[in-house]
C-alpha cells in the first residue's frame, strides 16, 4: 500500500516519477497513435498549458466572484454557435462530449415531465450512438430505444419514426457517429421531430468543430447544425478537433426555454445560494481558460487549413485500406474518422499486429448488421503517415493470411476469462490463480475482445465491471 512521504519530496523527484510512469504510455506525438489524443502541434502546445495554468485555481463555481471565466465561457460558446448557426447562442461549457450528453438528456427528461407530464420518458437513438446516452438513460432513468442503423451504418430515420408513442421526448442523430464516422440523416430527423412534437438532439461532439470548416472550404457536408429545422441540441467536443486541453465541451441550445431544463439550484441549506449550470459545481478555471487560448490562436484560417489536411489524409486512407486485398471500408466517413472491416482475417490479430509495429489502430466489435472493425481517428500528427502505415498494414494482413490467426489456445486471458464465464471463479479468483496481475492484461487485445464479442451482453459488461474494479484500487501498481 502506498502512503504519503513523511515528508515532502522536492520537485525533480516528483518529475523524475513521472518519467518512469509514462514510459508505457501511448506516445502521441509519433504520429502513429489514431486515437485519444488530439493535437495541433508544440506552439498550441505551450500556449494551452500556460492558459491552463494561469486560471486553473479560479474556480468557476461562482461566475459573479470570476467574471474573467464566465467571459470565456460565454465568448468560447458564442464562437461555436456561429460555426453551427445557433439561433441563439445559448449553452454551456462542460468537462467533456458525455457531461455535454447527459446534460441534452436531463433537460430532455425534465422538459418532457413539465411540458407533457410524461413520468418516465423515452429516447430513440440509432443503435451507432456514443454509449454516453445509455450512461443518461442508467444513471436518469430514461429509457433508451436503440433502431439498428441501416446498410450504410447511418442512423434508418423511418424505422425511428416507427418507434415513437406517447412517452418518447427526444430523438438523437450523430454528426458523425464516433465508430464509422458516417453522419446521420440529420434532416430527415429533423422533419420527424418537428412534425411529432419532439426534442432532436445531434451528437455533433467529434464533427461541431471539423465539418464547418470543411463546408467554409468549399466542401459538400451534409446538413447537421441548426439550419436543420427541428434541432433542438447540440453536443460539441472542444477537446476533440477544437484541439483543446481535455475537459472543454459545450452542450448548445436552440432556446434559453429549453436549457432551463438544464439548471440546478438549491437555497434550502445554511450556505450560500447554490446554482450550477452543469453537473461539476467546484470547477476549474483551466479548461475555460485553455480553450479560449486554443480557439483565438488557431483561428478560423487555421482551423480551415488543419481539418482540410486531415480530411485529405483520411480520402488517402480510404482509398489505400480498400486497395488492400480483404479490407473494406464501413460506409462512406464523413469527417476526420473512418473504420474497415476485413473478410479474409480476424480484424483483432491486425490491431495486435500493428501494435507489435508501434501503430495504435483501435478494435471495435462487431454489433447488429455492423461487422468487427478496426477504427482510426486521423489527427494532425498522422498526417503524413499514410503510406507507412498503409504499407505495414498491408504486410500484417498478408502475414495473417498465411499464420494460423487464431491465438494460441493456452492463452492465459482466454483460460482465465473462461472460467470466469462459467462461473468456476470470480475474476479477483482468477486472477489470482494465475498468479496474474492485472496490469498483464493490456499487453494484447484480441483475445479478450473475441471473447466480449462473442459473450451475451449482461455478461459482458459484467465481465469489464469486475475487471476494473479490479484495476482501481490503493494497491494495485
Ligand atoms: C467522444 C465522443 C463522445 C463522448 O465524449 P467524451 O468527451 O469522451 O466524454 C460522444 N459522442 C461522440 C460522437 C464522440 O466522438
Not at 434532416?187 to 467554409?216: K, N, Q, T, W, Y
Request: hydrophobic share 40%.
Amino acid at each position: 500500500m502506498t502512503t504519503l512521504p513523511s515528508a515532502g519530496r522536492n520537485r525533480a523527484e516528483i518529475f523524475e516519477s513521472f518519467d518512469e510512469f509514462g514510459k508505457d504510455d501511448l506516445d502521441w506525438r509519433n504520429g502513429r497513435c489514431f486515437a485519444y489524443v488530439f493535437t495541433a502541434g508544440d506552439e498550441v502546445y505551450a500556449i494551452a498549458r500556460d492558459a491552463y495554468t494561469r486560471f486553473m485555481t479560479e474556480n468557476a463555481l461562482d461566475p459573479t466572484s470570476f467574471p474573467s471565466l464566465m467571459r470565456m465561457e460565454n465568448e468560447v460558446v458564442s464562437m461555436t454557435s456561429e460555426l453551427l448557426h445557433s439561433p441563439s447562442g445559448v449553452g454551456n461549457f462542460t468537462s467533456g462530449g458525455t457531461e455535454s450528453i447527459l446534460l441534452a438528456m436531463k433537460a430532455a427528461r425534465d422538459w418532457g415531465r413539465a411540458e407533457k407530464g410524461i413520468e418516465r420518458p423515452k429516447v430513440i437513438v440509432a443503435s451507432s450512438v456514443h454509449p454516453a446516452f445509455f450512461k443518461a438513460g442508467h444513471y436518469f432513468g430514461i429509457d433508451l430505444v436503440a433502431v439498428p442503423v441501416g446498410r450504410d451504418f447511418r442512423a434508418d430515420s423511418e424505422a425511428m419514426k416507427a418507434a415513437i408513442d406517447d412517452d418518447t421526448v427526444m430523438l438523437v442523430g450523430s454528426a458523425p457517429a464516433y465508430a464509422q464516422g458516417v453522419i446521420d440523416p440529420i434532416a430527415e430527423l429533423g422533419a420527424i421531430a418537428s412534425e411529432r412534437g419532439l426534442l432532436l438532439h445531434v451528437d455533433a461532439c467529434v464533427g461541431g468543430f471539423f465539418l464547418p470548416f470543411l463546408e467554409r472550404a468549399g466542401q459538400p457536408v451534409p446538413p447537421f447544425d441548426f439550419r436543420v429545422e427541428g434541432v433542438t441540441s447540440l453536443s460539441v467536443d472542444l477537446h476533440k478537433y477544437g484541439y483543446c486541453p481535455k475537459g472543454a465541451s459545450l452542450v448548445l441550445y436552440r432556446d434559453a426555454e429549453l436549457r432551463k431544463h438544464q439548471l440546478f439550484a438549491h437555497t434550502k441549506w445554511a450556505g450560500y445560494g447554490l446554482t450550477n449550470a452543469t453537473i461539476q459545481s467546484s470547477r476549474s478555471g483551466g479548461a475555460v481558460a485553455a480553450a479560449w487560448a486554443v480557439l483565438n490562436s488557431i483561428g478560423d484560417a487555421g482551423y480551415r487549413d488543419l481539418q482540410t489536411s486531415i480530411r485529405a489524409s483520411v480520402l488517402q486512407l480510404c482509398e489505400g485500406i480498400n486497395g488492400i486485398d480483404g479490407l473494406d471500408v464501413l460506409g462512406e466517413p464523413h469527417a476526420g474518422l473512418l473504420s474497415f472491416s476485413s473478410s479474409a482475417v480476424d480484424v483483432y490479430a491486425i490491431v495486435d499486429g500493428m501494435r507489435a509495429r508501434d501503430w495504435y489502430v483501435q478494435p471495435q466489435f462487431g454489433y447488429g448488421n455492423t461487422p468487427r472493425s478496426i477504427h482510426l481517428t486521423v489527427t494532425p500528427p498522422n498526417v503524413g503517415k499514410e503510406e507507412a502505415l498503409l504499407g505495414d498494414l498491408a504486410e500484417v494482413v498478408e502475414g495473417l493470411k498465411t499464420a494460423a490467426a487464431n491465438a494460441p489456445a493456452d492463452d492465459p486471458l482466454t483460460k482465465l476469462v473462461a472460467a470466469f464465464v462459467s462461473g468456476q471463479l470470480s475474476m479477483e479468483q482468477a486472477l489470482a490463480s494465475l498468479g496474474g496481475d492485472p496490469s498483464s492484461l493490456g499487453k494484447t487485445s484480441a483475445p479478450i475482445n473475441r471473447v466480449l464479442d462473442a459473450l451475451p451482453n449482461e455478461q459482458s459488461e459484467e465481465l469489464l465491471r469486475a475487471y476494473f474494479n479490479l484495476l482501481y484500487r490503493g494497491d494495485s501498481t
